[in-house]
């Protein structure tokens, strides 16, 4: 198992809510190393290119209007397995599905909108990790 990098966001929901500190100490805590950490709003074009797997889907709009619509904190961890151990730290897509204990589970709910607002990104596999980090920290 070699060591990996996963980009994590920390959502405008969860920016907005002030739980940006409380993500990054649950990641710390995990034992996790912080190599990246970027404050800003995003925009259309780095978005459509973050989730250009979701293009078309009927959440693709509300979501690039959602994550457009303030600042959030783009973060680089490393650590072995560091992808799929993040998103077991996140949980369940779906708030209200994902278990207490996660970071989706105890801190999101569903707020009844078109797009879910659950607080965090984590990439889902390797050659995503390297493409989203490449779009958010290019050089890193
Ligand atoms: P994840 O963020 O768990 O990797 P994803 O990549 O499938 O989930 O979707 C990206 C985001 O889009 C997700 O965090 C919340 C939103 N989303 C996904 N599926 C949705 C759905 N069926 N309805 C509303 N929002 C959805
Ligand atoms: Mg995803």
């Known amino acids: 198992m070699t060591i990996e990098r996963s980009l994590v966001l920390v959502k405008p929901d969860g920016f907005q809510r002030g739980l940006t500190g409380e993500v990054l100490r649950r990641i710390e805590a995990k034992g996790y190393t912080l190599v990246g950490l970027s404050i800003l709003t995003p925009k259309r074009e780095q978005l ?23 600042p959030v904190a783009a973060v680089v961890i490393e650590g072995h397995d560091s992808i799929k151990g993040f998103r077991s730290l996140a949980g369940a897509t779906n ?7 996660t970071i989706r589970g105890d801190l999101g709910r569903d707020w009844g909108l078109k797009v879910q607002q659950n607080i965090v990104h984590g990439s889902d596999s390797p050659e995503s990790a390297a493409r989203e980090i490449d779009i958010w920290f290019p050089g890193l």
């Open 48 to 70: 459509a290119a973050h989730y250009a797997e979701h293009e078309g889907k009927p959440f693709y709009e509300p979501l690039v209007e959602f994550m457009s619509s303030g």
């Open 95 to 101: 708030p209200t599905e994902a278990l207490p204990g």
